[in-house]
């Protein structure tokens, strides 16, 4: 069998990457090894360069199997820039609390490609491998610091309770494969679109979501995340809530959107139903929160329940929001983390009461926080609030109670992302001694905060692309 | 494929054969009161899925369900737990309290999933099992399925680092 | 020139949001350089604006009919949303407006912010504060008029909350941010809605479709966006209910209370109306009650004014009652005389914020104006300028607040709303006799401070005299008798209403009177005041605790939003995690003991919520998929 595997170069490359982070490691001398967080982020930096230079570079292999569309080239955008910007973000940390460089980046590096192979899957085995490559590796991420019963901790709730939402969800897809009898996404759209509805298939479609909503941190699956995400090493904390989340909306909008086309009616409402109660539990639950993780957490919780309304209406304008909202989700994650893993770096402390004063110790780190937290919150004129936008334009029409639900939640968020700015900007700080931070971790937080003010107000661009990238995905 | 003798799905009596082992000696995982015990249920349990298996031609994966799993597994589980010490091994798999709840959780969902596939008529032909599985299996793994089989490796590579980076730590801590 | 500056209006708000970028990221360190960027670049700003503003006035442009020039912003299918220039005579004047008070509060506050630390900082706030505050005037499409509406919010927020070291500057910049957040969900509901209906939120193309709106809805979802998109004015523009936030405001620095919280932000309500009058003017209960509740906004906010202290609150009291005309004026239909208020208010507002900063500046930020006294001698140029403003406020004649006053009273009048038009004339009693209070106790009598007062420097003396000279004639160019201004501001057609002698004779005397009680009263004899509000303490308590408002939010926010959010916190660690896993008996030891895992929650209730959860789904699908449930109960082989 022939096949073309140049449309798969920038992948082969994040294994050489990996591989060859791995080696280095074992040859390089050990005072060396904080140099490997600026060999692979540069060296991501030029897979980025690679995909973004074969964005018209699109075909299959492997028989259909392996689909690389303007769909999959923006999602590894998508996932190569949050590795890029996490591993800038990560290099202070890893070196003074975790060690292990080696190690570090090329799991890291590993947990990327299984995103990527998330984006460009279009059969459930592939689609299944890479969501675990990508799983297993953020097991060993979230258990990276040693010593720290929290840090393991997560990871031991991480692997038990990823292992249950992954034989659930691969229990739904053997279901969906039972039904119409193949793996792959598009033949399993065609069957679907002239099939009956049958029980069988509604109980695929909740183990798929059951499944999936436990990757994304949907309520009702959402338990484990406040835990894991405060365990965890911050940037590894940033990474799980874009990486791993992004990827998995990937293969949800694939399997549903495509695979699932025809009877999109029967899961829409269930999507409605479940992005509106994660929007509000999360939102809520935020607000008595007192550790900022903790905090990000349920944020995140809310946010996934945002994203998710661009999926209720399986159209090309929920994809492209979905893909617009994903892509500055990243920018203002990874922006606040860094903040927050930074400032754990000098105080080990993630309590938001200590970060009172921050304004003044570091100006940077308090704009860049408040910059990523309005983003997320949705005021303009920052990147969120136009995302939001497109986000709820795709449900105003049919599903206008989860458009309200949304607006007044995100009224509630400003509430507690205020909280902690109210705290750095008011609170006199304990030790007054002014921050000097790092050039990777400045250029990441002024890179991200410069992405969320300038998306925000010259949309246009960024919007076109995605629009061409989404109607790609539409095109099989 | 076993021949029909004398009237009776002979087939049909090895399925609900083994899915009664493999049923009972599931619970019998969960109910024992020494981990133990459970190891070896569990066993029992791999096995007769490797049965079923056989039943319906996959004897490659029959194979595979019994070396890994019965097997390699098993014997990592018993390890495990040999290096854990327990003054008593009777209370070395305990129920916590949710006993009842769980139960009936649990009792809903199989319900559910068992009613749905009841409800369903397959009528499809499955495609013929070809005369040797391990050959075929080998060429689609080396050719349609590259892409899924070289990131299992990976998955394996990753597994295996990530494991001993962690234990190696564990171990470092120890002795200083 | 002109024709440069009308076609390039874009460049208003550009050069202040240039300023703002070089100082944050450039010049920060460099404070003298920074203060000149941002006043010369706003001047520049004032400079255009004011050509471009000859030119639409020169050619009698119709607010109907204005010059727009749009790009586009962003699109998806079936939205494009432009942004682009607007020039009519009401932006025009605004512009104008605004660009010429901030280019004089910016002067001012090089002098008033003398040796602050974060002296540089205050000047990038107040040039994105112009920027964002001129893209809100010269917006030609309303979302991108709510992106401005949201960016000026944001730097009043930063603003207020300036002086960080004080707690009361956090709480009110907090009160504020969430005040306004309230109401521009309204706002943001009725933008919505508009764009959902009409398909559209360019101005010219909504007030085009909206004249015939019967093809496109019915007149009850009109009055429900109408008022929706009203909330968003009583929010950021400081109308009762949302009042609160205003007075608290004033822990910013003078200059921004001066700028922002009376010459421009806080009137942005008002012109987003004048803006959307067309809208309004199809929905008459909506109008109504603009104008109801403004006049009561008036009426309530003087009343407090009456009794307070502090010198700013007293100000900003008197601001809410002033926006409250303009709303009124608006309300009542008539475009002109409310933008004619608006135009003259804030040059004498701008006037008497920045004389209070001069006088807090001398007295080293002691507000209350019972420990002032006797400072007209010692501050003769703050003093007579304050004196031009209070006159100017009290609408005595012919000071620029008497004609637009004048002209708002007499459109309450015409149009036979004679309860309102009572509330608006006790108003104008009520509001000369407490500017006169505040001016005879700050600035006569003796002084009952101990502080050695001098003049301010000249940096801000200079801006008071040239408000002053405008608060004292900027109101000549609309009189009865030489009515320019009305007709170049207008809506559908020019409104002159005729000269009625008795109102404008009835204001004198009202403005008077109240002059003449705060005279007796604070200066003949200040123990009588004290005698007056003995005999009505009732009265005096509850204007003195602005009728409890706060109060009533504060329980509010502490019960209902406090309390729900903690239930369902609750909810998720104690119901879930406690119940379900350990039985109510052992919830309390789970949370006092250590020897439960490191974090809340424990992990065989999370993987039981997650079967629960896949359950939930199920029922939800089966419920609300009629061909699924039909085939969960057998109903499809």
Redesign the interface.
Same mark, same amino acid.
């Given at each position: 069998m022939q096949m073309d595997f140049s449309v798969i170069i920038p992948e082969i490359a994040m294994v050489s990457l990996g591989v060859l982070v791995l080696i280095l490691g074992l040859i390089l001398p050990k005072k060396s090894l904080p140099r490997l967080g600026w060999f692979t982020s540069f060296s991501l930096i030029g897979i980025l360069a690679l995909v973004v230079l074969n964005w018209n570079n699109v075909g299959t292999v492997s028989g259909g199997l392996y689909l690389i569309d303007q769909f999959s080239q923006f999602f590894k955008v998508i996932f190569l820039t949050a590795a890029i910007l996490v591993v800038f973000g990560s290099m202070a940390y890893v070196d003074k609390h975790l060690g292990g460089q080696a190690e570090y980046y090329s799991i890291l590096v590993f947990s990327t490609l299984g995103m990527m192979v998330m984006a460009s899957a279009n059969d459930f085995i592939t689609m299944y491998l890479g969501l675990e490559l990508m799983t297993i590796s953020f097991i060993v991420l979230v258990c990276f610091r040693r010593n720290d019963s929290e840090s393991l901790e997560a990871g031991m709730k991480y692997v038990l309770l990823a292992g249950i939402s992954s034989a659930v969800l691969l229990y739904g897809l053997s279901l969906i494969y039972g039904i119409a009898g193949t793996v792959l996404v598009v033949e399993v759209g065609m069957i679907l679109a002239v099939q009956q509805s049958l029980p069988l298939l509604l109980v695929g479609v909740v183990m798929l979501v059951a499944g999936l909503g436990f990757k994304i941190a949907a309520v009702p699956f959402h338990m484990w995340a406040p835990d894991v995400y405060q365990g965890a090493p911050t940037p590894i904390t940033s990474f799980l809530a874009v990486g791993s989340k992004m990827a998995s909306f990937a293969i949800l909008i694939r399997i549903f959107v495509l695979g699932m086309f025809g009877v999109s009616l029967s899961w829409g409402i269930l999507m409605a139903i479940l992005a509106g109660v994660t929007i509000i539990i999360g939102n809520l639950v935020a607000i008595p929160q007192t550790n900022i993780k903790r905090l990000m957490a349920y944020s995140g919780i809310a946010q996934a329940g945002y994203i998710l309304v661009g999926m209720v209406t399986a159209s090309q304008a929920g994809v492209k929001a979905i893909m617009f909202y994903g892509f500055i989700y990243i920018f203002a994650v990874v922006g606040v983390f860094t903040a927050i893993s930074y400032y754990y770096n000098l105080t080990g402390s993630d309590e938001i009461k200590d970060y009172a004063g921050l304004s003044q110790r570091s100006p940077l780190m308090a704009a860049t926080m408040v910059v990523s937290m309005l983003t997320m919150a949705g005021i303009p004129p920052f990147a969120g609030f136009v995302g939001k936008f497109y986000l709820f334009m795709t449900v105003v029409e049919n599903y206008l109670w989860l458009a309200i639900i949304g607006l007044i939640m995100s009224m509630v968020s400003v509430y507690y992302y205020l909280m902690v700015v109210l705290v750095m900007y008011r609170d006199r700080p304990q030790d007054s001694s002014p921050i000097v931070v790092s050039l990777p971790v400045r250029m990441t937080l002024i890179f991200t905060m410069l992405v969320s003010v300038v998306l925000g107000v010259y949309p246009g661009p960024l919007s076109e692309i995605i629009n061409k990238a989404a109607l790609s995905f539409f095109m099989h | 494929m076993l021949p029909m003798f004398d009237g009776i799905d002979w087939l049909g009596v090895f399925f609900y054969i083994l899915s009664a082992v493999i049923v009972v000696s599931a619970l019998l995982v969960v109910f024992s009161k020494n981990i133990v015990h459970s190891v070896l249920w569990l066993v029992i349990s791999f096995i007769a899925v490797a049965g079923i298996f056989i039943t319906l031609n996959a004897d490659f994966l029959a194979l595979i369900q019994v070396m890994v799993y019965a097997g390699a597994i098993c014997i990592m589980v018993v390890l495990g737990i040999m290096l854990i010490k327990r003054d008593d091994m009777n209370k070395t798999n305990m129920f916590n309290s949710q006993l009842y709840f769980g139960g009936a959780v649990a009792l809903m969902v199989t319900f559910l999933t068992g009613f749905a596939s009841y409800k369903i008529n397959y009528s499809g032909n499955p495609p013929m099992v070809p005369e040797n599985s391990v050959e075929s299996i080998a060429t689609l793994l080396l050719s349609k399925y590259v892409i899924p089989f070289e990131v299992v490796a990976l998955l394996l590579t990753v597994t295996l680092v990530g494991a001993i980076y962690i234990a190696r730590e564990v171990k470092a801590d120890a002795d200083s | 020139m002109v024709q440069f500056s009308m076609h390039n209006a874009w460049l208003v708000p550009l050069l202040p949001a240039l300023s703002f970028i070089i100082i944050a990221f450039i010049t920060k360190q460099w404070k003298k350089t920074s203060a000149i960027l941002s006043v010369g670049s706003m001047a520049i700003s004032c400079f255009i604006a004011s050509l471009a503003a000859y030119g639409v006035f020169s050619n009698y442009t119709l607010t109907e009919e204005p010059m727009v020039y749009s790009v586009?912003?962003?699109?998806?299918?079936g939205?494009n949303i432009d942004v682009g220039v607007q020039l009519d005579p009401v932006s025009a004047m605004m512009m104008f407006m605004v660009t010429l008070v901030s280019t004089l509060i910016f002067i001012y506050s090089i002098g008033y912010m003398e040796g602050d630390q974060g002296y540089s900082v205050f000047f990038s706030y107040l040039s994105l504060f112009g920027a964002s505050m001129l893209l809100l005037i010269i917006s030609s499409n309303l979302l991108q008029m709510?992106?401005a509406w949201?960016?000026v919010g944001?730097c009043s927020y930063l603003l207020i909350?300036f002086y960080?070291?004080k707690?009361t500057?956090?709480e009110a910049?907090?009160k504020a941010? &969430?005040t306004c957040?309230?109401a521009d969900?309204g706002l943001?509901?009725g933008l &919505?809605s508009l764009q959902?209906i009409f398909g559209t939120l360019d101005i010219v193309e909504l007030s085009g479709k909206i004249s015939n709106f019967e093809q496109y809805t019915s007149m009850g979802i009109m009055t429900i966006i109408a008022i929706l998109i009203f909330i968003g004015p009583i929010g950021k523009s400081g109308q009762f209910p949302l009042h609160v936030w205003l007075p608290d405001a004033m822990e910013g620095p003078t200059p921004v209370s001066a700028l922002i919280h009376a010459a421009t932000m806080v009137v942005a309500g008002v012109y987003l109306i004048a803006r959307t009058i067309f809208l309004f003017a199809e929905v008459p209960p909506v109008m109504d009650m603009v104008a109801a509740i403004g006049g009561f906004t008036a009426l309530f906010a003087a009343s407090i004014a009456i009794t307070q202290r502090d010198m700013k609150r007293i100000l900003a009291y008197s601001t809410i009652s002033q926006i409250g005309y303009m709303m009124l004026a608006l309300g009542l239909g008539s475009l002109t005389a409310s933008m004619f208020h608006l135009w003259t208010h804030a040059f004498f507002k701008a006037l008497m914020f920045l004389g209070a900063g001069s006088v807090l500046y001398a007295l080293h930020h002691k507000g209350d104006i019972w420990k002032m006294g006797g400072l007209l001698r010692k501050m003769p140029v703050t003093g007579y300028t304050f004196m031009v403003g209070c006159l100017a406020i009290s609408g005595v004649p012919p000071f620029s607040g008497f004609w637009s006053k004048d002209e708002i009273l007499l459109t309450a009048f015409d149009s036979g709303h004679y309860i309102l038009f009572t509330m608006a004339a006790l108003t104008s009693f009520m509001t000369a006799f407490y500017m006169w209070r505040l001016f005879f106790l700050a600035f006569t009598g003796q002084a009952q401070h101990e502080v050695q007062v001098k003049e301010s420097p000249r940096t801000m003396t200079l801006p008071l005299v040239v408000l002053a000279f405008f608060a004292a004639i900027a109101g000549l160019i609309g009189t009865p008798w030489a009515p320019i201004w009305q007709n170049w501001i207008f809506s559908v057609h020019p409104h002159h209403p005729q000269a009625n002698t008795m109102i404008m004779l009835g204001s004198v005397v009202l403005a008077l009177a109240g002059m003449y009680l705060a005279y007796n009263l604070y200066y003949l004899d200040r123990s009588k005041a004290e005698r007056m509000a003995e005999k009505y303490s009732f009265f005096w308590a509850l204007s003195y605790n602005k009728f409890y408002v706060d109060e009533l939010y504060l329980w509010f926010t502490h019960t209902i939003?406090?309390g729900?959010?903690?239930l369902?916190?609750l909810f998720?660690i104690y119901i879930?995690d406690g119940i &379900?896993?350990?039985?109510i008996g052992s919830l309390t030891k789970s949370f006092g003991s250590r020897l439960r895992?490191?974090?809340?929650?424990s992990?065989?209730?999370?993987?039981?919520?997650?079967?629960?959860?896949?359950?939930?789904?199920?029922v &939800?699908?089966?419920l609300?998929?009629p061909?699924?449930a039909?085939?969960?109960m057998?109903g499809?082989?």
């Amino acid at each position: 069998m022939q096949m073309d595997f140049s449309v798969i170069i920038p992948e082969i490359a994040m294994v050489s990457l990996g591989v060859l982070v791995l080696i280095l490691g074992l040859i390089l001398p050990k005072k060396s090894l904080p140099r490997l967080g600026w060999f692979t982020s540069f060296s991501l930096i030029g897979i980025l360069a690679l995909v973004v230079l074969n964005w018209n570079n699109v075909g299959t292999v492997s028989g259909g199997l392996y689909l690389i569309d303007q769909f999959s080239q923006f999602f590894k955008v998508i996932f190569l820039t949050a590795a890029i910007l996490v591993v800038f973000g990560s290099m202070a940390y890893v070196d003074k609390h975790l060690g292990g460089q080696a190690e570090y980046y090329s799991i890291l590096v590993f947990s990327t490609l299984g995103m990527m192979v998330m984006a460009s899957a279009n059969d459930f085995i592939t689609m299944y491998l890479g969501l675990e490559l990508m799983t297993i590796s953020f097991i060993v991420l979230v258990c990276f610091r040693r010593n720290d019963s929290e840090s393991l901790e997560a990871g031991m709730k991480y692997v038990l309770l990823a292992g249950i939402s992954s034989a659930v969800l691969l229990y739904g897809l053997s279901l969906i494969y039972g039904i119409a009898g193949t793996v792959l996404v598009v033949e399993v759209g065609m069957i679907l679109a002239v099939q009956q509805s049958l029980p069988l298939l509604l109980v695929g479609v909740v183990m798929l979501v059951a499944g999936l909503g436990f990757k994304i941190a949907a309520v009702p699956f959402h338990m484990w995340a406040p835990d894991v995400y405060q365990g965890a090493p911050t940037p590894i904390t940033s990474f799980l809530a874009v990486g791993s989340k992004m990827a998995s909306f990937a293969i949800l909008i694939r399997i549903f959107v495509l695979g699932m086309f025809g009877v999109s009616l029967s899961w829409g409402i269930l999507m409605a139903i479940l992005a509106g109660v994660t929007i509000i539990i999360g939102n809520l639950v935020a607000i008595p929160q007192t550790n900022i993780k903790r905090l990000m957490a349920y944020s995140g919780i809310a946010q996934a329940g945002y994203i998710l309304v661009g999926m209720v209406t399986a159209s090309q304008a929920g994809v492209k929001a979905i893909m617009f909202y994903g892509f500055i989700y990243i920018f203002a994650v990874v922006g606040v983390f860094t903040a927050i893993s930074y400032y754990y770096n000098l105080t080990g402390s993630d309590e938001i009461k200590d970060y009172a004063g921050l304004s003044q110790r570091s100006p940077l780190m308090a704009a860049t926080m408040v910059v990523s937290m309005l983003t997320m919150a949705g005021i303009p004129p920052f990147a969120g609030f136009v995302g939001k936008f497109y986000l709820f334009m795709t449900v105003v029409e049919n599903y206008l109670w989860l458009a309200i639900i949304g607006l007044i939640m995100s009224m509630v968020s400003v509430y507690y992302y205020l909280m902690v700015v109210l705290v750095m900007y008011r609170d006199r700080p304990q030790d007054s001694s002014p921050i000097v931070v790092s050039l990777p971790v400045r250029m990441t937080l002024i890179f991200t905060m410069l992405v969320s003010v300038v998306l925000g107000v010259y949309p246009g661009p960024l919007s076109e692309i995605i629009n061409k990238a989404a109607l790609s995905f539409f095109m099989h | 494929m076993l021949p029909m003798f004398d009237g009776i799905d002979w087939l049909g009596v090895f399925f609900y054969i083994l899915s009664a082992v493999i049923v009972v000696s599931a619970l019998l995982v969960v109910f024992s009161k020494n981990i133990v015990h459970s190891v070896l249920w569990l066993v029992i349990s791999f096995i007769a899925v490797a049965g079923i298996f056989i039943t319906l031609n996959a004897d490659f994966l029959a194979l595979i369900q019994v070396m890994v799993y019965a097997g390699a597994i098993c014997i990592m589980v018993v390890l495990g737990i040999m290096l854990i010490k327990r003054d008593d091994m009777n209370k070395t798999n305990m129920f916590n309290s949710q006993l009842y709840f769980g139960g009936a959780v649990a009792l809903m969902v199989t319900f559910l999933t068992g009613f749905a596939s009841y409800k369903i008529n397959y009528s499809g032909n499955p495609p013929m099992v070809p005369e040797n599985s391990v050959e075929s299996i080998a060429t689609l793994l080396l050719s349609k399925y590259v892409i899924p089989f070289e990131v299992v490796a990976l998955l394996l590579t990753v597994t295996l680092v990530g494991a001993i980076y962690i234990a190696r730590e564990v171990k470092a801590d120890a002795d200083s | 020139m002109v024709q440069f500056s009308m076609h390039n209006a874009w460049l208003v708000p550009l050069l202040p949001a240039l300023s703002f970028i070089i100082i944050a990221f450039i010049t920060k360190q460099w404070k003298k350089t920074s203060a000149i960027l941002s006043v010369g670049s706003m001047a520049i700003s004032c400079f255009i604006a004011s050509l471009a503003a000859y030119g639409v006035f020169s050619n009698y442009t119709l607010t109907e009919e204005p010059m727009v020039y749009s790009v586009k912003w962003f699109s998806m299918a079936g939205l494009n949303i432009d942004v682009g220039v607007q020039l009519d005579p009401v932006s025009a004047m605004m512009m104008f407006m605004v660009t010429l008070v901030s280019t004089l509060i910016f002067i001012y506050s090089i002098g008033y912010m003398e040796g602050d630390q974060g002296y540089s900082v205050f000047f990038s706030y107040l040039s994105l504060f112009g920027a964002s505050m001129l893209l809100l005037i010269i917006s030609s499409n309303l979302l991108q008029m709510f992106v401005a509406w949201e960016l000026v919010g944001l730097c009043s927020y930063l603003l207020i909350g300036f002086y960080s070291h004080k707690v009361t500057a956090r709480e009110a910049a907090k009160k504020a941010f &969430i005040t306004c957040r309230v109401a521009d969900f309204g706002l943001l509901l009725g933008l &919505i809605s508009l764009q959902l209906i009409f398909g559209t939120l360019d101005i010219v193309e909504l007030s085009g479709k909206i004249s015939n709106f019967e093809q496109y809805t019915s007149m009850g979802i009109m009055t429900i966006i109408a008022i929706l998109i009203f909330i968003g004015p009583i929010g950021k523009s400081g109308q009762f209910p949302l009042h609160v936030w205003l007075p608290d405001a004033m822990e910013g620095p003078t200059p921004v209370s001066a700028l922002i919280h009376a010459a421009t932000m806080v009137v942005a309500g008002v012109y987003l109306i004048a803006r959307t009058i067309f809208l309004f003017a199809e929905v008459p209960p909506v109008m109504d009650m603009v104008a109801a509740i403004g006049g009561f906004t008036a009426l309530f906010a003087a009343s407090i004014a009456i009794t307070q202290r502090d010198m700013k609150r007293i100000l900003a009291y008197s601001t809410i009652s002033q926006i409250g005309y303009m709303m009124l004026a608006l309300g009542l239909g008539s475009l002109t005389a409310s933008m004619f208020h608006l135009w003259t208010h804030a040059f004498f507002k701008a006037l008497m914020f920045l004389g209070a900063g001069s006088v807090l500046y001398a007295l080293h930020h002691k507000g209350d104006i019972w420990k002032m006294g006797g400072l007209l001698r010692k501050m003769p140029v703050t003093g007579y300028t304050f004196m031009v403003g209070c006159l100017a406020i009290s609408g005595v004649p012919p000071f620029s607040g008497f004609w637009s006053k004048d002209e708002i009273l007499l459109t309450a009048f015409d149009s036979g709303h004679y309860i309102l038009f009572t509330m608006a004339a006790l108003t104008s009693f009520m509001t000369a006799f407490y500017m006169w209070r505040l001016f005879f106790l700050a600035f006569t009598g003796q002084a009952q401070h101990e502080v050695q007062v001098k003049e301010s420097p000249r940096t801000m003396t200079l801006p008071l005299v040239v408000l002053a000279f405008f608060a004292a004639i900027a109101g000549l160019i609309g009189t009865p008798w030489a009515p320019i201004w009305q007709n170049w501001i207008f809506s559908v057609h020019p409104h002159h209403p005729q000269a009625n002698t008795m109102i404008m004779l009835g204001s004198v005397v009202l403005a008077l009177a109240g002059m003449y009680l705060a005279y007796n009263l604070y200066y003949l004899d200040r123990s009588k005041a004290e005698r007056m509000a003995e005999k009505y303490s009732f009265f005096w308590a509850l204007s003195y605790n602005k009728f409890y408002v706060d109060e009533l939010y504060l329980w509010f926010t502490h019960t209902i939003v406090d309390g729900g959010a903690r239930l369902f916190y609750l909810f998720d660690i104690y119901i879930v995690d406690g119940i &379900i896993v350990n039985g109510i008996g052992s919830l309390t030891k789970s949370f006092g003991s250590r020897l439960r895992l490191v974090q809340t929650g424990s992990l065989q209730s999370y993987a039981l919520v997650f079967f629960l959860g896949v359950l939930a789904v199920a029922v &939800i699908m089966a419920l609300t998929d009629p061909s699924m449930a039909l085939g969960l109960m057998g109903g499809v082989e």
